[in-house]
């Protein structure tokens, strides 16, 4: 079974452009999540989707958007960029988001780096 | 609100010897806590969770973790460091009284084996 995948890998971006990453999770896995990894505040919370609706929302400014496909793979948007969005973007799933959980499955990230 | 504190930024270990990452967390609820490794360059890797039952919790490449409720640790063990087990080691939970809490992660330590 293919893990979860994410594209690009690697982005570089300028200063009030906009970015979209995409993530494709596990097959038959429904809920995605979406994580921001830093160096000084380790992984926050982003969103997190559950067949097509946004069931969590971590706290970020409203630049940060993200969506879910009826295929269940999602998107994540980051408009007017800044140099703090600098991270690596993680994107995990799992089969369906009851607290007595299914360990989350991770991607390989998403390198956003803004010049 | 839901937190986990990982009190080390760095752990070093000589290989052969016994490792200790320490977590501890705070949930108004029952507590669902995970641990996950993650490698250079790759995406978060689960190694084991408790959610309830037996407070030694077994995971994947040796490790383990025990669950201790009067002081609200989950500290995450090994009997005998490899060097391969050099990694960043990020301690999660979730609160299991709501159904619609996401997981919450600490900062993270890097554990370094040392031949």
């Known amino acids: 079974k293919a893990g979860v995948t994410q594209t690009p890998r690697y982005l570089i971006k300028t200063r009030g452009q906009q970015v979209t990453l995409s993530c494709s999770p596990i097959s038959g896995h429904r809920s995605v999540s979406w994580y921001q990894q830093t160096p000084g505040q380790g992984l926050q919370f982003l969103f997190e989707?559950?067949?097509?609706?946004?069931?969590n929302k971590g706290n970020f400014p409203g630049r940060f958007s993200g969506r879910q496909f009826s295929n269940s793979r999602s998107e994540m948007n980051v408009s007017t960029l800044e140099l703090g969005d600098s991270a690596l973007y993680l994107c995990a799933s799992s089969p369906n988001p009851s607290p007595d959980l299914n360990e989350q499955f991770f991607g390989p990230g998403t390198r956003l780096t803004v010049l | 609100a839901q937190s986990v504190a990982q009190p080390e930024d760095q752990v070093n270990v000589a290989e052969g010897n016994p490792l200790t990452v320490k977590c501890t967390y705070s949930?108004?609820?029952?507590?669902?806590l995970f641990w996950y490794v993650q490698y250079p360059n790759r995406g978060l890797q689960f190694l084991l969770k408790y959610i309830t039952g037996d407070n030694l919790v077994k995971g994947s490449y040796g490790f383990e973790a025990e669950f201790n409720k009067s002081q609200t640790s989950f500290h995450l063990k090994k009997p005998s460091a490899l060097v391969s087990d050099s990694a960043l080691y990020f301690c999660?939970?979730?609160?299991?009284?709501?159904?619609?809490?996401?997981?919450?992660f600490g900062k993270g330590t890097r554990l370094s084996v040392i031949a």
């Open positions: 999660a939970v979730r609160d299991g009284r709501s159904g619609n809490t996401p997981l919450v």
């Open positions: 949930v108004s609820g029952n507590p669902y």
């Open positions: 989707y559950f067949s097509e609706t946004q069931r």
